[in-house]
């Protein structure tokens, strides 16, 4: 994944996570029970935690954090 890009708000609420900020990372990620594909700052995240991104922000739900698993 190359990353490139800044944040100006992040937040996060019992696993809810929103990012507002300018990106445009491309490439495709896969870590412990998430992959993530993105091309020019809009993906998508699949797994444990579920997500859109756009090139001025993200949303995503850890649905471990959520349920508590």
Do not use: H, Y
């Amino acid at each position: 994944m190359i990353k490139l890009g800044v944040n100006l708000v992040e937040a996060e609420f019992k696993g809810v996570k929103s990012t507002i900020g300018l990106n445009i990372d491309t490439g495709v990620s896969i870590r412990k029970n998430v992959v993530e594909a993105k091309i020019d700052g809009f993906g998508i995240k699949v797994g444990k935690e579920v997500g859109i991104s756009t090139p001025i922000g993200e949303v995503s739900v850890d649905l471990g954090k959520l349920f508590d698993f």
